[in-house]
């Protein structure tokens, strides 16, 4: 009788390829087909309410219930043309998922497709069932999702979907959206602050993103066939295959053909929606891929990232394939994550981030480069929490992803400019078209995007026009770091306008007055900046002299969350407030538990019902050829080393696995949140996972492999 694994692996060989067809040989000509964008409401709005549209998309106005009604009617008419029959409010609680919830537009009353202002502007999903950190009791079930018109409504599989926040009846936020648009506002105001000190034109600033996804697929069957990747995400038995990614030819390698029918049907579908996905390849781990879209304003590329990793899962189970986007799903090759690429743009059209040959405008850049620096500087414990989960624990510091130490990468120009700017306190400014700063070098290049290498090792990375934040995890919900390194910068921006002003009061011609500032700037910050390896020892051990902290597990890397300055820091910029701070560390706290102790059990589960019953038997096998072997009179001390070898990693297991449960059993008593997932992560994740993976793995190395109940590594890393 063929074992699970035998099965799956027949099947797989079994796949026909799944043709794609494009609607047209040009993207132009479906680009935001499923989505009821600005072109959509020209077309099917008054002008006096396409108008009002826009201004809320804009500058945030409110809606009134009369415009809301004829949005609505419009949006019914043309998503009935698609095929839509139900309607629903998609939102991002903290889960990390998105969520929603179906209405039909059918009215049995009177027989009619309805759809009110009121209901696309607002409904009431149940709150009780979402985390929410002790903000609402179970019995206090109400909640509200409500429209954010700054990202489109889109049509996905037959259903209309209305981007919204989603808080609770108290008004506290309960999801990833809404501390993300109160950031935006926030950093837009100091920007604003900043820029109008060399130009009064500026109106707006809003924080771009672009979102690198890496991720790994496999096909469902051998998904299926360990239960591990589909309880946990991640398999938490496996040993190394003979062949990882030590040939380093995957990396950019020719994409498999079945992947490639994938990639191009998921980017069809993407491209529907107006996700503007531009970039696929092969990652570097085998089996591991990456999609890259281009820029776009920060809260839409996150709606974008979240629905995109739902297009991925529902298009991949088309082609009987599984995305896995759990941040290390393989042990012994590379994880993935997701680097969230981060730069500021005025309503004026200049990247704030972009060097050029302007003075002005490089003094400008100069400012915002050293506040970011400074930003990190100053909050790099909160910025490491906001990226902390228990998958991204496996990642974060392994010789393929940054490590948990926060730093920031600058290249050797722009460090030595800075450098430079420091230590020289006569800089003179020329005056004219083309003044610039006298720094011991003719000028800051032009193309600075050039003379910066690039530093994979970084946590956030200065790369060319914009800032790298690699750290962050592939499955998160990237609003959460956003929101932090917006609300950061928009601290340091607030600081650094005082401190311009203060220096202009007290006599100095401004741009002097800027450079002094900076100058004081770059020197207190500049222990965040590392040039070098940030995976060696050396690194560590000169990060803990210059003060900077090494959080290694999540439990330790979310206690800043407890700090009265954090909870001061969202709240004076209004994001957080205090309750809603205090809820969002309970809530990661307990994911964490949550997910070492789902990991905990599956692998109580398989070392107990699958691994040791499969090696008994084997085992059984060999002492049948061991006295085989001995009443023939032949040699038979192979066989007992090996019946010795399994009978010793036996023994570990049954013995490691039941103490991992009994402490898992007891730290369950204890009410302290904090206490109980540090616990979690030294008294069953540390104590026991290494362990008892290290025995089953030697097992899979001792037992027959037409018997080894779980896909291996090679099986799953190869074959697709």
Not at 7 to 20: C, D, K
Not at 192 to 208: H, W
Not at 510 to 536: C, N, P, Q, T
Request: hydrophobic share 40%; glycine share 6%; charged share 25%.
């Amino acid at each position: 009788m063929a074992t699970l694994r035998q099965s799956a692996l027949a099947m797989v060989q079994a796949r026909p390829r799944i043709p794609v067809t494009p609607p047209s040989s040009k993207i132009s000509d479906f680009f935001g087909a499923n989505v009821f964008g600005n072109q959509q409401m020209k077309e099917t709005l008054a002008p006096s309410v396409f108008k009002k549209v826009m201004e809320a998309i804009d500058k945030g106005s409110k809606i009134d219930p009369a415009t809301a009604e004829e949005i609505a009617s419009a949006v019914k008419t043309w998503a009935i043309t698609k095929g839509v029959t139900h309607y629903t409010h998609w939102f991002q609680p903290l889960t990390g998922t998105t969520a929603e919830k179906h209405d039909s537009f059918f009215d049995m009353y009177s027989g009619m497709e309805k759809f009110k202002g009121s209901a696309l502007v607002q409904q009431e999903p149940d709150a009780s069932s979402f985390p929410n950190g002790g903000i609402r009791s179970t019995f206090e079930a109400r909640g509200y999702t409500a429209w954010d018109p700054s990202s489109p409504i889109f049509v996905f599989e037959k259903t209309l979907c209305i981007p919204t926040i989603f808080v609770s009846y108290t008004g506290e936020a309960l999801d990833y959206k809404t501390p993300l648009l109160k950031s935006i506002e926030s950093i837009n105001e100091a920007s604003i602050a900043i820029c109008q000190l060399f130009d009064r034109d500026v109106r707006k600033v809003s924080p771009s993103l672009g979102i690198e996804q890496e991720y790994f697929v496999v096909d469902k069957a051998l998904y299926a066939a360990r239960p591990d990747l589909v309880m946990a995400g991640r398999s938490v038995f496996g040993h190394t295959p003979a062949r990882g990614q030590q040939l380093e030819d995957h990396y950019f390698g020719s994409i498999p053909s079945r992947v490639k029918d994938f990639m191009m049907d998921f980017e069809i579908e993407a491209h529907k929606l107006g996700i503007p996905v531009s970039t696929r390849h092969n990652e570097v781990a085998p089996g591991q891929f990456e999609v890259a879209p281009i820029f776009e304003e920060i809260n839409k590329a996150n709606d974008h990232n979240q629905l995109l990793m739902d297009v991925m899962d529902k298009v991949g189970d088309k082609h009987s394939l599984k995305v896995l986007l759990h941040e290390k799903p393989f042990a012994g090759v590379n994880g993935s994550g997701k680097h969230n690429n981060w730069s500021l743009i005025t309503d004026t059209g200049v990247n704030l981030f972009q060097p050029s040959s302007s003075a002005r405008e490089n003094l400008q850049f100069l400012v915002f480069l050293v506040a970011t620096v400074k930003a990190v500087y100053d909050h790099a414990d909160l910025l490491r929490a906001s990226i902390a989960s228990a998958s991204n624990d496996f990642r974060l510091g392994a010789n393929e992803a940054p490590p948990a130490i926060m730093s920031i990468f600058l290249g050797a120009t722009l460090s030595e400019l800075l450098d430079e700017l420091e230590k020289n306190g006569n800089v003179k400014i020329e005056k004219g078209d083309n003044m610039y700063m006298k720094l011991g070098i003719t000028k800051i290049p032009e193309i600075i995007l050039d003379n910066t290498d690039r530093n994979r090792t970084s946590p956030f990375a200065f790369t060319g026009n914009k800032f790298e934040f690699r750290a962050v995890g592939s499955s998160a919900n990237c609003g959460g770091p956003m929101t932090t390194l917006n609300v950061i910068v928009a601290e340091v921006l607030r600081d650094l306008y005082k401190d311009i002003e203060k220096e202009m009061e007290a006599g100095k011609e401004k741009k002097i007055a800027i450079v002094d500032v900076l100058r004081k700037y770059i020197k207190d910050s500049k222990k965040i900046r590392f040039e070098g390896d940030g995976y060696s020892e050396e690194w560590a051990k000169e990060a803990q002299k210059r003060g900077l902290s090494n959080f290694k597990s999540t439990p330790e890397a979310l206690d800043v969350y407890t700090k009265k300055s954090t909870k001061q820091l969202f709240e004076k910029h209004k994001v957080l407030n205090h309750v809603e701070v205090h809820a969002r560390h309970e809530i990661e706290l307990e994911a964490y538990i949550k997910k070492v102790q789902i990991e905990s059990r599956v692998m109580g589960d398989l070392a107990l019902n699958h691994i040791i019953p499969t090696a008994i038997l084997y085992q059984n096998k060999l002492i049948e050829n061991a006295n085989g072997l001995k009443g023939l009179g032949l040699d038979h001390t192979a066989a007992l080393d090996s019946i010795k070898e399994i009978s010793k990693h036996l023994a570990t297991l049954q013995i490691d696995v039941n103490a991992m449960t009994q402490a898992r059993k007891q730290l369950n008593k204890e009410d302290d949140v904090t206490k109980r997932a540090k616990d979690y992560q030294s008294k069953v994740k540390e104590a026991y996972f290494d362990k008892i993976r290290y025995a089953v793995d030697k097992l899979e190395l001792l037992v027959d492999d037409e018997s080894w109940p779980l896909v291996k590594y090679r099986e799953l890393l190869f074959i697709r």
